[in-house]
C-alpha cells in the first residue's frame, strides 16, 4: 500500500477549510478531533446534539461533570459565550439551516453525494443517533475517511451499497489520498497526495474521479 | 466572535427593497421600536426599503412603529394575526383603499409557522382552523380519526426584535413578556438583527439562562434606553 | 324583554366551574373578568397567549409595565410560581392539550359545538388573534354570552351563519337566561333563570334546548 | 397548589402495566437514576409495572438505571436513536434473543416527534431519514422540489426526568446539558413526574428562568443529592 495520512492528518486538512466564526458539529468519534486543529486566529463554535453550543476541550481527567457532556458521551468544558437547549431546538439548529458545517465519518460515499456512516446491514443492534438529521441543514456537509476499507475496498463509490444514511448530502470528501468536491453528481478530484499518481488512486476508487480545474498538492503537516 | 453593530443605521442597512421582514414584538411589549424608526430613517433618507411584506403579531398602533412603516407606504403585505390596535388608522386606511396586502393566520398557526422554519420543517398539521374559512385550499388530512390542516413554514429575509441582554456570540435574554414571538423569529430569518438594552461581555449571560442562542442571531446593536411603545402612543407620538 | 343576567353574573357563574388548581386561559374583553370571581379557597392558574403564566390583576393605575401584559395587550401582574415563554411553548399549552379550561365570547354557537366569535362577516378589517387555536386543545371549552344578540335575536342555533372559528369545539355555554351543555350535537339545559318559563326561553333559543337530567334554578347573587 | 410529592415511590405509584414511559436523559447526563429505581423497587416488590414501552435517547448503560430495568425484564420495547453504550448488555441479549423489541428513531426526529405531542401537531414533514430503510412505509412529500417524510407525534402515558430546581406550581430549571429531552418529554407526557436537586418556594425561581413551566409538571419530588449514572457505571455499581 502506499502512502497515506493518518486520521489525524485527515482531520487537520478537513479543519483548515472552517471558516473564522463558523458554527461546526462535529461527528461522534473519528470527526471529534478536528476541532484540535483549528487553524490559529480562527474561531469555531462547537454545536453538540444534546444541546450545547460553545464548548471546548476535555476536562483534566477526575475533573469531569457528567452533566457536561458531547453526544459521543465525553466530557467537555465550557467557553464563554456558551448557551445550553433541549433537544428540539438543539436539532432545529441541525435541520434548520443553521450550521455552517458537518463533518462526519463514513462507510461508504456515492458519487451523487449519499453518505452510508450509520449501519453495516442486517446483523447486531442498529444504532443511529443523530446522523440521519445530521446530513440535512448544515451548509457544508463534508466526510474525513480513509479512501479505502480495512480490507482495501473503495469507500468512494458509484453508488452506495450498504444502507443509506442520507441521499445526495455530502458536498467534500477528505480522504487518507485525497480531497475531492461532490458536483452535479460527480466526483472532482481536488486535492492529491503528491506521492500517488492520478491513475493509482483512480484504482483504488471505485467511480471516476472527474478532473475539472487544477488539482493541487495534499500537503499535511507530520501530526504525532 | 463579534456580532456586536455600533449603530441603528448600520444593523439595518441591508434591508432591501422587497425584502420579507419579521418585526418582534406582541403589542409594545418586545417591539423594537428604535429598530424600525432606524429603518423609517433610511426610507426618508433614500426611498428604500419599500414594498416590504411584514410580519408581526399586530399591524401596527397608533402613528409610530409598524403603523408609521404603513403610513410612509412602505409595506407592501401584513402577515399577521390580529390587524386591530387601540389606534389601527394606518392600516385600516391603507387596507380598506386596496392599498395594502392582508395574509390573516391563527396567531397559534402563525407562531408555530415561524417556529417551523426556523427548525427545517416544511410543513404540519394543525387542528387550528379545520373547517373555517381561514383554511380554504388547504391540504387536509385525518390522523386518529380527526381532522387537522396542513401549514407551511414562514420564512423571511430579515427579523428585527427587541431583547434585554446580549452577549458578542448573539445570545440573548428577554424581558417578561417581551419574549413572545422574538426568539422564533431570530430562528426563521436568513438575517436577525436584536437591539438589547445591554451588552454584556461573552460569559455575561449564564450559558443556562440564554434564551436564544448565538448561532440564530447576527448582529446585535445597543439601544440603552429603549422605548415603549405603549407609552409613545399613550403620549400621542408620531414618528414621520 | 324578561330579566337577565348582567355580564358580572355570566361570569360569576362560569368562574363557579373552575376547578381548583386548573389552568385557565380567559379570551380578551369580556371573558377576561371571569377572573375576579374565583371561589374562595381554590386557585386557578391564567395563561395568556402572549408567554404568561400565573399572572395576577391589573396593576395600579401609573404603575404598568408594558412589557407585561396580557393578550388583550393590559397590563398585568405577576403571582408566586408565573413563568414566561415564547410564543410557540404557549401555543404548545393551547393546542397540546394542557389547559383544563378555555373561556371564550361568542357570537353564535351552533348546537354541535360549532363556534364563530371571530368574524361579522366581509366588511372591515378581519383579525382572528388566537380565537382558533384557543378552541382546541383546552379540555373544556365554555362560552359566556348574552342569549340573544343586541337586536334580540338568538345566538344558540342549530348552525351558524357567521364564519367559523371552530367546528364542534363548545361543551357548555353560560347565557345571561341559562347554563346548557353540549352533549351529542344537542343542547342539553342544565340551569334556567327561575323567573323564565321553559317555553319562553325556547322561544329565544335558535334550537331546541333538550331536557335530559335535571334541570336546576340558575341562581347568581347581585353583582354591582 | 402543590405538585410535591413526599417520597419517590409515591411519585411513581401508578405507572402501570403496559404503559408507555419516557425517561429523560442523554447517557448519564439529565437521568432520573433515582426515579427509575424506585420504579424497579416496586416491580421488584409487587411484580409491576412490567411490559413498558420506554422511551429514551439510548437503552441502557451497564446494569443500573434503564439497563437494570431491561436486566428484571420490565421492558417490553424501546423507542429509541442510539441502543448502544460503553456497556449495551442489558439490551443487547434481550434484543438479539427476541426478547425485546426496538423502535429506532433519528435523534432530531425523536425530539420533534415528542414536542409535537406535547404541541398538539400530529405530525410534521422533515428532511431527516427520507431515502433511507428508516423511513419505510411513511409517507413521503415534495415540497418547493425538495421531499420529505411525515413523522408522527410521539406521546407517552407517563414522564420520568431530571431537573435541577422546582417550585410547588411545577416550575422546572435544569442542570447544563442534562436538559436534553426533559423538557420535551414533560409536554407530551399525560403526567409528568420530576425528581430536582432542590424544591424551592413559589416564587424562588425566576419567571424568566423557568425552563419548563409548572403546566407540563405533575409532580415533583426532592432528591437532595442525586446519583451520576456515569460515576456509578464507572464504579461497577448494579442495581438489582
Known amino acids: 500500500m502506499t502512502e497515506k495520512l493518518s486520521n489525524a492528518q485527515i482531520a487537520w486538512r478537513a479543519a483548515q477549510d472552517i471558516e473564522d466564526g463558523a458554527?461546526?458539529?462535529?461527528?461522534?468519534?473519528?470527526?471529534?478531533?478536528?476541532?484540535?486543529?483549528?487553524?490559529?486566529?480562527?474561531?469555531?463554535?462547537?454545536?453538540?446534539?444534546?444541546?450545547?453550543l460553545g464548548f471546548g476541550e476535555a476536562p483534566p481527567k477526575g475533573q469531569e461533570d457528567w452533566d457536561l457532556i458531547n453526544a459521543g458521551k465525553k466530557a467537555i468544558t465550557l467557553k464563554?459565550?456558551?448557551?445550553?437547549?433541549?433537544?428540539?431546538?438543539?436539532?432545529?439548529?441541525?435541520?434548520?439551516?443553521?450550521?455552517?458545517?458537518?463533518?462526519?465519518?463514513?462507510?461508504?460515499?456515492?458519487?451523487?453525494?449519499?453518505l452510508a456512516n450509520w449501519s453495516v446491514?442486517?446483523?447486531?443492534?442498529?444504532a443511529v443517533g443523530g446522523a440521519m438529521d445530521l446530513v440535512h441543514g448544515a451548509k457544508r456537509v463534508a466526510v474525513i475517511t480513509d479512501h479505502v476499507t480495512k480490507d482495501g475496498k473503495p469507500k468512494l463509490l458509484e453508488a452506495c451499497t450498504l444502507p443509506l444514511t442520507g441521499v445526495a448530502c455530502v458536498t467534500r470528501v477528505y480522504t487518507s489520498l485525497c480531497v475531492v468536491d461532490i458536483e452535479n453528481g460527480r466526483f472532482v478530484l481536488r486535492e492529491k497526495l503528491p506521492s500517488i499518481s492520478l491513475e493509482d488512486l483512480q484504482a483504488v476508487t471505485g467511480a471516476t474521479l472527474v478532473i475539472d480545474g487544477p488539482v493541487a498538492d495534499l500537503i499535511v503537516p507530520e501530526l504525532d | 466572535m463579534d456580532k456586536t453593530i455600533p449603530t441603528l443605521a448600520e444593523a439595518v442597512a441591508d434591508i432591501h427593497d422587497g425584502a420579507v421582514l419579521m418585526v418582534g414584538g406582541f403589542g409594545g411589549s418586545g417591539a423594537p421600536i428604535e429598530l424600525i424608526h432606524a429603518l423609517i430613517d433610511r426610507f426618508v433618507a433614500t426611498g428604500s426599503p419599500k414594498n416590504l411584506t411584514v410580519i408581526n403579531n399586530?399591524?401596527?398602533?397608533?402613528?409610530?412603529?409598524?403603523?408609521?412603516?404603513?403610513?410612509?407606504?412602505?409595506?407592501?403585505?401584513?402577515?399577521?394575526?390580529?390587524?386591530?390596535?387601540?389606534?389601527?388608522?394606518?392600516?385600516?386606511?391603507?387596507?380598506?383603499?386596496?392599498?395594502?396586502?392582508?395574509?390573516?393566520?391563527?396567531?397559534?398557526?402563525?407562531?408555530?409557522?415561524?417556529?417551523?422554519?426556523?427548525?427545517?420543517?416544511p410543513a404540519f398539521y394543525t387542528p387550528t382552523s379545520f373547517g373555517t374559512e381561514l383554511a380554504k385550499g388547504k391540504p387536509v388530512k385525518e390522523f386518529d380519526g380527526r381532522s387537522y390542516v396542513e401549514e407551511r413554514w414562514l420564512k423571511a429575509d430579515f427579523a428585527i426584535v427587541k431583547g434585554q441582554l446580549g452577549d458578542p456570540y448573539?445570545?440573548?435574554?428577554?424581558?417578561?413578556?417581551?419574549?413572545?414571538?422574538?426568539?422564533?423569529?431570530?430562528?426563521?430569518?436568513?438575517?436577525?438583527?436584536?437591539?438589547?438594552?445591554?451588552?454584556?461581555?461573552?460569559?455575561?449571560?449564564?450559558?443556562?439562562?440564554?434564551?436564544?442562542?448565538?448561532?440564530?442571531?447576527?448582529?446585535?446593536?445597543?439601544?440603552?434606553n429603549p422605548r415603549q411603545e405603549e407609552d409613545m402612543n399613550r403620549a400621542g407620538e408620531v414618528y414621520a
Do not use: W
Not at chain 1, 433537544?87 to 432545529?92: M, P, Y
Not at chain 2, 431570530?186 to 436577525?192: E, L, V
Open chain 1, 121 to 126: 446491514g442486517a446483523k447486531g443492534v442498529p
Open chain 2, 58 to 121: 399586530n399591524a401596527g398602533n397608533g402613528r409610530i412603529g409598524i403603523a408609521a412603516m404603513i403610513d410612509m407606504g412602505m409595506v407592501k403585505k401584513m402577515v399577521c394575526s390580529f390587524p386591530r390596535s387601540a389606534d389601527p388608522r394606518a392600516f385600516t386606511e391603507k387596507y380598506l383603499a386596496g392599498e395594502i396586502e392582508l395574509e390573516l393566520v391563527p396567531q397559534g398557526t402563525l407562531a408555530e409557522r415561524i417556529r417551523a422554519a426556523g427548525a427545517g420543517i
Open chain 1, 23 to 52: 458554527y461546526v458539529n462535529l461527528g461522534i468519534g473519528f470527526p471529534e478531533i478536528v476541532a484540535k486543529f483549528q487553524p490559529e486566529g480562527r474561531e469555531a463554535i462547537f454545536h453538540t446534539e444534546n444541546g450545547v
Open chain 2, 170 to 224: 448573539g445570545n440573548i435574554t428577554y424581558r417578561m413578556a417581551g419574549r413572545n414571538f422574538n426568539p422564533l423569529m431570530c430562528m426563521a430569518a436568513a438575517k436577525s438583527i436584536v437591539q438589547v438594552s445591554k451588552i454584556v461581555p461573552a460569559g455575561g449571560i449564564e450559558p443556562e439562562q440564554v434564551i436564544t442562542p448565538g448561532i440564530f442571531v447576527d448582529r446585535i446593536v445597543e439601544v440603552a
Open chain 1, 80 to 114: 464563554p459565550g456558551a448557551a445550553f437547549f433541549h433537544h428540539a431546538d438543539s436539532f432545529a439548529m441541525v435541520r434548520g439551516g443553521h450550521l455552517d458545517v458537518a463533518i462526519l465519518g463514513a462507510y461508504q460515499v456515492a458519487q451523487n453525494g449519499d
